[in-house]
Structures are given as C-alpha cells and as structure tokens.
C-alpha cells in the first residue's frame, strides 16, 4: 500500500522506462501444490487462539483452494453464492481446527457484518473478522478436508479497499481465507487501516462472478466472459498461486494493452480519471511490470488489472494481479513492485511489514532513479525502540512514524546495502531470494541470512545500524 510522495511527470518516466527495458529476465520455477480429499461436514466449536512450539517450521493449512461462484443485485455491491475451500495439514502435529480470516467485516464488526457465512459453524472473535472452524477429526500430515459455506458480501458505505462509493464497488479482502499456522502459532492479528495485517500462503482460485453486463468485474486472475440471463454477464476468473483475490465491480472505462514481455494489461477509470491519463496509467503499467521482471523474474500471473480513481484516500493498494491507484505515477510503479514484494514473494505484513513495503519503495527507486545518496546520513530514530522490521502493532501505535521508517529508512537501507555489496552482487542477491522464495514466504532471519551469505564483509553492524533485528 502507498499513501504519499507527489508524483514525477509521466513522460519523464516512461522516457526512464524505455531505457531499462531492455532486458526481460527468464521466469523462475514455480512449486504447484494440487491434490485435494475429503469434505467434512458442518462443523461446530469455541473460540481459541492455538499455539506451536517457536521456531522455523512448515506452513499450514497449505495447498488451498478457492471454488468461489457469486451472483451480484443490480448495483454490484451485494453479492451472494457459495464459498468452497479445500486445504491440506502439511506439518507434522494433527491440526484439529481452522481459522478463517473474515478481514471484511473490520469496518462494521459484529454489529453490521459486511461478510456472513451460513452453512459453516464456528465461533467469531469479537470484531467478527476471524472464525474458528473445528474439524470433525484432526487431520493427521498429508490428509486434506474441505469447508463448504453459503457466502453474502455487502460492500460497505465509502470507497475503500473494500468499500463503495456511488455506482463503483471495490471488494479488496471480501472473500474469506485461511489464517496460517506457523512455529510462531496461529497468526490471528488485528485489522491496521494503517497498513495491513494480510498474511496467507499462495493459494489457487477458481471464481464465478454472474453480474448486470452494464458493469465491468476486473479482478485477480485470468477472466473469461460469456452471456449469462438477459441482461447479465458470466465472467469466470481463475488464478494459480495467488495470496488472496480482490475484484471491482462498475461502469468502468476500459483500456487494455499488452507489456513487451507478454503481460495483458487492463486500466479501469472512473470518471474522474480522464482519457489521457487512463492511457498515460497504461504505458507506465506497460513498462514498468516489465521492469520488475527483469530485476526479479517474469511475472508468471498473465493479467494485470489496474483500477484508477481518484476519489481513493490512499494513493494504491495491491493485491495479486489487481491494483487500485489514483493517478500517480509513483504509486502505480510501488504497487506493481508488490506484486513480487508481497504477491509471489510472500510475508507476514502485519508483524514484519518492511519485507514487502521496504522492498516495494526500493525497486520503485530502482525504476524511477530515486536513489538518494545521502539518505542515510538524513535518517532520524525517535526513539530507542523504534526499529525498521517493528510490526504493525508499534506502528498503530506511532502511525506518523511508519512511512518515514518503513518507506524512506527501509529503502535507503536497501540503497546502502546495495553500495556495501556492490550493484551486481546486490541484482543477484534479490533475484536469487524472489526465486528461492517463489509461492513462499520470506522472514528477516532468511534474508539476512542471504546477504550475508554473498557479502565479503561480516554484516552484523549494518544490521544495527539500520535496525534490522530477526
């Protein structure tokens, strides 16, 4: 997510753009989990927070689907259907529950639930965005179930990452996901507006979105439209390997192109975006998802959707295949940098959002020519506790200190390591990680541990220096 900095003029970067495309770096191998059992049934229980042994470990539920088939009212912000979701235990100990993230109802809670489930039984936490689903028996490693619900989805009052305003809808975390068990325990984290609180291993998604043909559906995935009843449309979308899947729904204007590297790429205005700018958006899109590829591997998701309205309090917002931007060059360019710092490259945002926001804001440098030599001369702690890899939670708590620390120190952390390792040493080392990380998870321990790993010197005072703890 990005919320500040004002914005180069366009031409200047795609005349930046030009140059550096001219080379697209080959796609890294992907690990494709399938194989799916049995189905429980509905399935009843009390509200826990679970726990494991600290430590390095497996991740589970892992090897997740989505079969997601929803039929919207005429304005496209109430939808309702089915939710089907299989998984599989991959760690050793019997998993004996679930918890399923409900990160759409952080806005209204239990009193107005945006997102309900029937058909399911578990219990909520207080704010209704978790549910914890027992199993009917605990699933031993290697075994799989599935959950199977009736969903409804009512996009809030107010544009958002999930909500609406007038005729637009946008549903950023509407559908549920699985939480994740890990050495560290459940990660059962609250809702930030400040940042995010997102952590979910790479899952595929089959959904169907059955809407008015007036109104355009971009989503995360590959889409396919066909005619549904009269005067609706059938638009299928799938996504392999994809951390969660956002959609709009609108009278948008559509403009669609294709990267030199082979990306389908469609913009979504509003009318306060205007004909120029939507087409501007574009050829930034175009350049600039070719450029990360050639630092960090080929973007393996096909299709891009880019929604622009400039109505958003944010300045963008990522999710896998689909972001949301006002007209601004420079967040446009960070929230397709997400797309591997955070989308293939995954992590844990809410307790360590340096490894996707830091990332994202250094190769948005990379393509724009941001790197300041004397940033970290001009860098400032405010306090003795204040650390670059502090989780969201400090973060809340000194919300006028995040960008500054996690954006401006973050990246120019990552400048300073590349001038200590060298430019080449520090391009390999970031697209070794992406592609020993691809569909996975990455941890400060693991990427220190990589750098030092290709550093002539001991890096231990750098870490210091710049706050890196883990």
């Known amino acids: 997510m990005r919320r500040r900095h004002g914005p180069p003029a366009l031409n200047a970067v795609l005349a930046v753009l030009a140059v550096l495309l001219s080379v697209v770096a080959a796609a890294p191998p992907g690990h494709h989990l399938t194989g799916y059992a049995t189905t429980g049934p509905h399935l009843t229980g009390h509200a826990t927070t679970g726990s494991r042994t600290s430590g390095d470990g497996p991740r589970t539920p892992a090897a997740v689907t989505h079969t997601v088939t929803l039929r919207s009212d005429a304005t496209g912000a109430a939808w309702r259907g089915r939710q089907r979701v299989g998984f599989t235990q991959v760690a050793p100990e019997p998993l004996s529950a679930v918890y399923l993230r409900l990160w759409g109802n952080a806005r209204g809670g239990c009193a107005a639930p945006a997102v309900r489930l029937t058909g399911i039984t578990g219990t909520a936490t207080a704010d209704c965005t978790t549910l914890r689903v027992p199993l009917p028996r605990p699933l031993r490693q290697g075994e799989s179930a599935t959950l199977d619900f009736e969903l409804s989805v009512d996009v809030p009052e107010g544009l958002d990452r999930f909500g609406r305003d007038g005729a637009y809808s946008i549903l950023g975390n509407a559908l549920p996901t699985l939480a994740v068990l890990d050495g560290d325990g459940w990660h059962l984290d609250p809702y930030t507006r400040n940042g995010e609180s997102f952590y979910s291993l790479a899952a595929d998604y089959s959904v169907t979105l059955d809407h008015p043909s007036d109104l355009l559906v971009p989503a995360t995935g590959s889409a396919v439209e066909a005619p549904g009843g009269p005067g609706r449309t059938v638009t299928t979308v799938s996504a392999h390997q994809v951390r969660d899947f956002a959609w709009a729904a609108g009278p948008f204007t559509r403009l669609t192109g294709r990267s030199a590297g082979g990306v389908r ?80 490259v995954g992590d844990d945002q809410y307790r360590a959002p340096w490894l996707d926001e830091s990332f994202s804001e250094y190769a948005t440098d990379l393509v724009l020519g941001g790197a300041d030599e004397d940033c970290a001369a001009a860098a400032r702690w405010e306090s003795e506790d204040e650390r670059l890899t502090s989780p969201m939670s400090h973060w809340d708590a000194h919300p006028d200190r995040y960008e500054a620390v996690v954006y401006d120190h973050g990246s120019c952390a990552l400048h300073e390591l590349r001038r200590l390792l060298g430019e080449d040493t520090m391009a390999a080392l970031l697209r070794d990680y992406a592609r020993a990380h691809w569909y996975g998870v990455s941890t400060t321990a693991a990427f220190k541990a990589a750098a030092q790993a290709v550093s002539p010197v001991d890096l231990a005072a750098f870490w210091r220096e710049h706050r890196i703890d883990g």
């Open 265 to 344: 790429i469609g913009v979504f205005a509003t009318p306060d975006v205007t004909a120029d700018e939507a087409g501007r958006m574009l050829e930034l899109a175009r350049g600039a998802i070719d450029a990360h590829a050639a630092r960090f591997g080929a973007y393996p998701y096909g299709e891009l959707a880019v929604v622009l309205d400039n109505a958003f309090w944010f300045s963008g917002m990522e999710y896998p295949g689909f972001v949301l931007d006002r007209v601004k060059p420079s967040a446009l360019v960070h929230e397709l940098a997400h797309q591997w710092w955070y989308g293939i």
